[in-house]
């Protein structure tokens, strides 16, 4: 498929009478596209040595503020994973030194965690990364005036469907692994 809608065609010719083909079109580029960035994080999160669950962890810690600190608990309900997800992820983080587990207690899932330097750094380091390559490929296609169109438009959107479905995530949230 390329980004004329190859496919697009087959896939109208199947649909109910009265789809809106410019309306199926756009949704089906938006989808195509989330995808992608998806492939982006995937990529560049391989490239730094962690799952792109391990990236939306540190992402969730980083955010947590200054000193970068989250419960087990909370960090699995920013994430939408389980306990168990959650403990296995930790666990893996704190293998490569990119997290430390920092109270003392007798039930390890209480204990707060929070980023090491390393895990600082390549947290930081993957997130330059990652909006390079973005950048290059959005500045390949659009100019200034193209991205702000661009911008514009998907905020209309997004406002829209937010007023119907309630807010999404502001942060990069990717499907289970």
């Known amino acids: 498929m390329d980004s004329t ?3 697009l065609p ?14 199926e079109a756009a949704r089906q580029r938006i989808g195509r596209l989330s995808r992608q960035f998806e492939q982006v994080l995937r990529d560049v999160a391989a490239e730094y040595g962690f799952s792109t669950g391990d990236w939306q ?40 030194g990119l997290v430390e587990r920092v109270a003392a ?8 965690i929070r980023l090491t330097r390393k895990g600082r750094a ?10 390079e390559r973005e950048q290059a490929l959005f500045r390949s296609v659009l100019n200034e005036d193209d991205l702000a169109t661009l911008n514009a ?25």
């Open 153 to 177: 438009l998907l905020s209309r959107l997004l406002s829209r469907f937010e007023t119907e479905f309630g807010p999404s995530s502001p942060h990069d949230a990717l499907r289970p692994e």
């Open 57 to 96: 962890a540190l992402s969730a810690l980083h955010r947590s503020g200054r000193a970068a600190v989250l419960t087990p608990k909370e960090l699995g309900d920013r994430l939408g994973v389980t306990s168990g997800t959650v403990t296995v992820r930790i666990d893996r983080l704190e293998r490569a």
């Open 105 to 112: 207690s007798s039930d390890g899932r209480s204990r707060p």
């Open 5 to 7: 809608g190859a496919g």
């Open 10 to 23: 087959e896939w109208l010719a199947v649909m109910p009478d009265g789809v809106d083909e410019r309306v």
């Open 122 to 131: 390549r947290w930081a380091a993957a997130t330059r990364k990652r909006t």
